[in-house]
């Protein structure tokens, strides 16, 4: 069954085929407390970009039914593990800001296990980008955001309004960075969301408008 899928290493998005990934199942009950029948599927997929091929392995615990003379994994899934790499966040460029990629992968790995501090770390990133990326500094990150209203697309400014009129979102955006307030998972993970599509609508479409022109460029001088 092909599927599409975005590479945790190289970003690209590609499409997987039994070519690119396999997986199995170790199914078991042992007398366990539900005495259940239970399984492990463990899935591997090698990213085809050639210039990457890198390994991603994950986990789920679920239940196990047989039929048509096999043993299958049955949703729903009891848990999932991301393997390899152990987070979620996307690997991006050396010239996004070192302090940026930090707080963001910091708050990817911790999102499942502490929204609330999952949610601090994204406030601190996306404050960290208003300022390296827009030059805008006040006291509070509301304040910033405002700010940038008149700078940005409207697209973007819209992704940004809404995101922050989420739940405890907006009331994360207006405290002191200290202030650590409760967020649910979902909640979470949009902040999360958020800063990836920032990263790469500005620094790295930036970077690519950049490559661009020195290409132009050294081209029309070799025409000289
Ligand atoms: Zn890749």
Redesign the pocket.
């Given at each position: 069954m092909a599927f599409n899928w975005i590479?945790p290493?190289?970003?690209?998005s590609s499409t997987i085929t039994e070519q690119n990934q396999s997986g199995s199942l170790h199914y078991f009950n042992h007398n366990n407390v539900e005495n259940q029948e239970l399984g492990v599927y463990v899935n591997t997929i090698v990213?085809p970009?050639n210039d990457?091929?890198?390994v991603t392995i994950s986990a789920k615990l679920g239940h196990t039914i047989y039929s048509s003379g096999r043993t299958k994994f049955s949703p729903p899934v009891i848990q999932s593990w991301r393997l390899k790499p152990s987070s979620s966040a996307l690997a991006f460029p050396d010239y996004v800001p070192l302090a940026v990629r930090q707080d963001y992968e910091e708050a990817c790995s911790i999102v499942g296990l502490s929204p609330k501090a999952s949610a601090t770390l994204s406030r601190r990133c996306l404050q960290g980008i208003i300022r390296d990326y827009w030059k805008i500094v006040k006291g509070r990150l509301v304040d910033e955001i405002e700010a940038l209203q008149e700078k940005i697309d409207p697209d973007t400014w819209d992704a940004i309004d809404a995101v922050r009129k989420i739940g405890n979102i907006g009331a994360h955006m207006e405290k002191d960075i200290n202030i650590i307030i409760e967020v649910d998972p979902e909640e979470a993970q949009l902040l999360i969301e958020l800063i990836e599509t920032l990263i790469k609508d500005w620094y790295v479409a930036r970077h690519k408008r950049q490559e661009h022109l020195v290409k132009i460029k050294a081209a029309a001088e070799s025409k000289k």
């Open positions: 590479c290493y190289c970003s690209h990213c970009n990457c091929r890198q």
